[in-house]
């Protein structure tokens, strides 16, 4: 009983412990569990929340494009619109209305207008006044402002005691054009002038009414602008008249009115001022120049003749007159000059130095002086010259008065001719209202401030160069050039604007340099800060000689992978998640590892990587070409010690006999085996009859097919005395050949001369029996021709057959040379052994097993 409950409770406790590691391991597992479903939460959102961005800034940028496209096509819409009328005139011709094409771009362009006095951008919706000298667009409540503030400086009584009297003028802000009082602007209009607080329209240029303009042209020809409502000056007059050039001596043509004078290119032909020649030059406008050509003229007193223009005839030579005058004592002193001398001046009445006393006297005697005083006022304007009549000028006025200073602050006596001024600096404000006026001794009316301004402007980059002065200062008149970032590409706006302003989109390629290995980026516009990553081939010669084709990898992003671990997904990481660096290229993945074989490294490749791929073989043959230069390794691509084109020692030896062609006239063959190069002479002896055909002559193969015909005739004699006949001058007699081809027929002679026959200068006529015996003869022949070739083929078909037999045994015997022993595996070598035991137990079990079932 002890034994059984206390087996019991080893039972019980030793499930409860297994339970408890298995609720633990549960556990363990269901936090796990939770953790890696929080952090894969975690990342879910993460990556939810960056697609969500980065469609947003996508979604921005397409959005904003196509804006600006619509933008664009609408501007062009309107343009058209605009010169419609302007273009049907003048035919197309829309060279004249790029000044006013420029006003109404900067117009629809979003901040291209200005306004100078407060610089900020003019908005569609805001009541603007345009100058009608310089065309500048300014606000409303700006302009009136400008205009009261200018009238009350011109105004003000500390500059002009007036007021009241005049009505001063106010000038524009940017051309100082000058406009009154009266015209001060309280209503805002459309650029013509004809309708009040235009409605905003987008198809319609800002601020306009889209009426016809109307407007006259300047200077005024009769005729009013066919544009619509539009900013800027009107173009040219389009009208077409009818209208003769310059010189009237032309038709009239019909022209535009804005270029109506014209020119018919003909000679002048006026009279010129010297009505001695005519105008010679093309018909212009206005009065004619003067007359280019030179002559001799004499000078006015004509004494001296000069070469002049015939524009100028009258000249003086610069010499006195000295004619004698009238009075016979004395000669004239004026310079060269035409008519009479006149009178003696000093002939007749003549008064003394002073004025009060005549005297009449000969011309050869002076006035003497008359001995009362003086009495001409000094320079000083109050007191008289107190001296007898004198000649000469009076001196200066010496009297003491007592004098008082401009500021009337101080008196003092001094001599009349010498100023007096005082100390005493005026403290006055001069008209700026902000400086005294520090003028020593002044009169009360103080000149205005000569100081400059020196305030900083509204585009916080200038100071006021104008002298000090009331109220607000002139707007900048600077104009700033906002640049792309390689500087091709400007935009001018006035000063203060280009902080606010955005860079001009640039169409010039970008040409910083470089940042990878390439010697050149790829083409891509003008940009702010850094260039696009490289997408080039990156083209790096690797170790194996090959070019790494993988894309640029100079600058690649790199995921960073730090050593810091966050605590929790709430954790933000504290090191940027990527890094740019330079990776290596990827490993060679061109498969050009050669083949064992010769053939193989022309035309095949390996289909293993480069990095991994070697040599192999490709179980063709080698086709190197072997020593003998004329036939090619037969053995299966193998492994070669040198790898040039030629065979190399583990190659087969050709075995072959020489099979080159031998020289003309030679029947033998080459005694040595296969080789390269050329054969040796050949040697052997060669039997020849000699030229009487009684003699057997032997002569080396060599001799007899290298020599020419004369050395062949010597080579064809056989030394002896020649056994021939020599030519016959008897008569013979012949029978016909048929009687000599065939015994026994009837023959035919006739009596011929012996040398003529031996010559073969003589025929013989045959009949018809003749001709059927030749033709049998020449049957017998042709028979006997073919039978001769018919044996000769099998006889040299015969000679084949055993040459081949030769042949393949030599094969055979170099096969089994050139055999590789290969080690049989040992389930090669007891297979035998195995399987048939294997198979007669498996037949014995079956036949078993079915008599079993039976």
Same mark, same amino acid.
Do not use: W
């Given at each position: 009983m002890g034994t059984s409950s206390q087996f019991l409770s080893e039972n019980l406790t030793s499930k409860r412990t297994v339970e408890s590691a298995e609720f633990n391991m549960a556990l363990k597992l269901l936090y796990f569990y939770?953790?890696?479903?929080?952090?894969?939460?975690?990342?879910?959102?993460?990556?939810?929340?960056?697609?969500?961005?980065?469609?947003?800034?996508?979604?921005?940028?397409?959005?904003?494009s196509e804006e600006d496209e619509d933008i664009e096509g609408k501007h062009v819409k309107i343009l058209a619109k605009t010169f419609t009328t302007y273009t049907n005139q003048t035919d197309g011709d829309a060279s004249e209305l790029e000044r006013t094409r420029q006003y109404v771009n900067e117009a629809f362009q979003s901040g291209a207008l200005t306004c100078l006095i407060c610089i900020a951008s003019v908005k569609r919706n805001q009541a603007v006044w345009s100058c009608s000298g310089c065309f500048c667009i300014f606000h409303m409540p700006c302009i009136q402002k400008w205009a009261k503030d200018s009238l009350f400086l011109i105004s003000s009584p500390l500059t002009d005691d007036d007021f009241g009297k005049k009505d001063y003028p106010w000038p524009c802000p940017k051309c100082r054009f000058e406009y009154k009082r009266s015209e001060t602007p309280t209503r805002y209009y459309c650029y013509c002038g004809k309708v009040e607080d235009p409605e905003l329209d987008p198809w319609l240029v800002p601020h306009s009414c889209g009426q016809v303009c109307e407007r006259e042209f300047k200077p005024p020809c009769g005729h009013k602008?066919?544009?619509?409502?539009?900013?800027?000056?009107?173009?040219?007059?389009?009208?077409?008249?009818?209208?003769?050039?310059?010189?009237?001596?032309?038709?009239?043509?019909?022209?535009?009115?804005?270029t109506k004078e014209w020119s018919c290119q003909l000679p002048c032909g006026q009279k010129l001022p010297c009505r001695q020649h005519n105008c010679e030059n093309p018909c212009h406008p206005g009065n004619c120049q003067s007359c280019p050509r030179v002559s001799k003229q004499r000078c006015v007193c004509g004494r001296q003749t000069a070469e002049r223009l015939c524009a100028s005839p009258f000249w003086q030579c610069e010499q006195v007159c000295g004619r004698t005058l009238p009075c016979g004592n004395h000669t004239c002193e004026q310079v060269c000059h035409s008519g009479p001398c006149g009178e003696c001046p000093r002939s007749g009445k003549r008064p003394c130095p002073c004025g009060k006393s005549m005297f009449f006297l000969p011309c050869t005697e002076d006035v003497p002086t008359c001995g009362d005083s003086c009495d001409k006022v000094l320079e000083c304007g109050i007191h008289r010259c107190s001296q007898r009549c004198h000649r000469g000028p009076c001196e200066l006025c010496r009297q003491e008065?007592?004098?008082?200073?401009?500021?009337?602050?101080?008196?003092?006596?001094?001599?009349?001719?010498?100023?007096?001024?005082?100390?005493?600096? +005026?403290?006055?404000? !001069?008209?700026?209202?902000?400086?005294? #006026? /520090?003028?020593? $001794?002044?009169?009360?009316?103080?000149?205005?401030?000569?100081q400059l301004c020196g305030r900083t402007l509204g585009c916080r980059n200038h100071k006021c160069p104008s002298v000090c002065h009331r109220g607000s200062c002139y707007p900048c008149p600077e104009t700033i050039d906002v640049l792309c970032n390689c500087g091709k590409t400007v935009l001018k706006?006035? +000063?203060?604007?280009? !902080?606010?302003?955005?860079?001009?989109? #640039? /169409?010039?390629? $970008?040409?910083?340099?470089?940042t990878c290995h390439h010697p050149s980026q790829e083409k891509h516009s003008c940009h702010f800060g850094p260039c696009p990553a490289c997408r080039q081939s990156?083209?790096?010669?690797?170790?194996?000689?090959?070019?790494?084709?993988a894309s640029c990898h100079d600058e690649a992003l790199v995921k960073q992978t730090g050593l810091h671990q966050p605590a929790g997904p709430w954790e933000q990481p504290s090191e940027p998640a990527f890094i740019q660096t330079a990776l290596p290229c990827p490993p060679c993945q061109v498969p050009l590892m050669p083949y064992f074989g010769f053939v193989?490294?022309?035309?095949?490749?390996?289909?293993l990587p480069c990095h991994s791929a070697g040599p192999y073989s490709c179980k063709r043959f080698c086709g190197r070409l072997l020593d003998c230069q004329n036939h090619t390794c037969m053995k299966e691509c193998h492994k070669c010690t040198k790898v040039n084109g030629n065979a190399s020692p583990e190659c087969s030896r050709c075995e072959e006999a020489c099979t080159k062609p031998r020289p003309p006239g030679c029947p033998h063959s080459c005694v040595l085996p296969c080789h390269p190069?050329?054969?040796?002479?050949?040697?052997?002896?060669?039997?020849?009859?000699?030229?009487?055909?009684?003699?057997?002559?032997?002569i080396e193969c060599i001799r007899i097919t290298c020599a020419d015909l004369k050395e062949k005739d010597l080579l064809s004699s056989c030394k002896n005395q020649c056994p021939k006949e020599v030519s016959c001058i008897g008569k013979l007699m012949l029978p016909f050949v048929s009687s000599l081809a065939f015994p026994g027929s009837n023959l035919f002679f006739s009596e011929l001369q012996c040398s003529k026959v031996q010559e073969g200068q003589v025929s013989l006529e045959c009949d018809t029996l003749c001709k059927e015996m030749k033709q049998k003869a020449s049957e017998i022949k042709e028979a006997e021709a073919k039978a001769a070739i018919e044996e000769e083929k099998r006889r040299q078909q015969a000679e084949l057959e055993a040459f081949e037999n030769r042949l393949k045994g030599r094969r055979k015997n170099k096969r089994r040379k050139d055999e590789v022993e290969v080690e049989q595996s040992v389930w090669q070598k007891y297979k035998n052994f195995i399987v048939l035991p294997v198979c007669g137990v498996a037949v014995v079990m079956l036949a078993w097993l079915m008599a079993y079932n039976n």
């Open positions: 939770t953790e890696l479903s929080s952090q894969k939460k975690f990342d879910e959102i993460k990556k939810a929340n960056q697609a969500a961005a980065k469609k947003f800034v996508e979604d921005q940028f397409s959005s904003s602008c066919l544009l619509l409502c539009h900013p800027g000056p009107c173009p040219p007059c389009p009208k077409m008249v009818a209208i003769a050039c310059y010189c009237k001596k032309a038709k009239p043509v019909p022209r535009r009115c804005s008065v007592e004098k008082q200073c401009r500021c009337g602050k101080h008196t003092k006596r001094m001599p009349c001719h010498k100023p007096y001024l005082c100390e005493t600096k +005026c403290i006055k404000i !001069r008209d700026c209202q902000k400086h005294q #006026c /520090k003028r020593k $001794c002044c009169s009360g009316n103080c000149p205005p401030c000569d706006v006035p +000063c203060g604007r280009e !902080r606010s302003t955005k860079p001009p989109k #640039c /169409k010039e390629l $970008c040409s910083r340099p470089p990156c083209q790096k010669v690797l170790k194996c000689s090959h070019l790494c084709p193989s490294l022309i035309f095949q490749v390996s289909p190069g050329q054969c040796p002479p050949c040697v052997q002896m060669l039997k020849i009859k000699c030229h009487c055909k009684l003699t057997n002559l032997y």
